[in-house]
């Protein structure tokens, strides 16, 4: 795997007990020891970003599935087989529950406001269509006037009360036999 014609760059080993350990070597006399750690600034930052917090991650997640496992092995042991789950489900449940929404919080507000404009409409319409219907049949059949209080639509009615046109209805009391 390691001929030159594969087209993997090869990297050797390093045997430094600490980075930077040849070039301490190899730096010329006086130079103060603060500059030669300026000079390893941008190796040291490749290094952190690539190697160094892949190790990490990979120690994590280690660790965790080392945990995981040990409580998954040590419930059904001493619950007798009652107890316990299945480490592989466990991930897979919280992945599902972090993922991102698609939809941003605005576009649902929005969305939210113009359902609730369109219900509103359409009761609107439906409430029209009613009195449009009401007001057809009720001249076709007599005019209002003629219409005692409780046959008349309530718009009529109250309308008819703040013009004085119509006396308010009596309560009837019952009499005793």
């Not at 007798?80 to 993922?99: E, K, N």
């Not at 507000?109 to 009195?131: A, C, F, G, P, Y």
Request: glycine content about 6%; proline content about 7%; aromatic content about 10%.
């Amino acid at each position: 795997n390691g001929s030159a014609g594969s087209g993997l760059v090869n990297v050797k080993q390093s045997a430094e007990t600490f980075f930077g350990k040849a070039l301490l070597k190899e730096v010329p006399p006086g130079v103060h020891p603060f500059k030669l750690v300026e000079m390893q600034g941008v190796s040291m930052q490749l290094y952190e970003n690539r190697v160094a917090s892949l190790q990490r991650a990979v120690a994590f997640f280690v660790l965790f599935h080392e945990m995981g496992k040990r409580i998954a092995d040590f419930w059904p042991r001493v619950s007798f087989g009652f107890l316990g789950y299945d480490i592989s489900r466990t991930h897979s449940i919280m992945r599902i529950a972090t993922t991102a929404s698609p939809v941003s919080g605005a576009d649902v507000r929005r969305r939210m406001h113009d359902i609730e404009m369109e219900k509103n409409w359409t009761k609107l319409k439906k409430l029209l269509s009613v009195v449009v219907r009401f007001r057809k049949q009720s001249r076709e059949s007599r005019p209002y006037d003629t219409l005692s209080t409780h046959e008349r639509p309530p718009f009529t009615v109250a309308r008819d009360l703040k013009l004085g046109s119509v006396p308010p209805p009596q309560a009837t009391v019952p009499c005793a036999p």
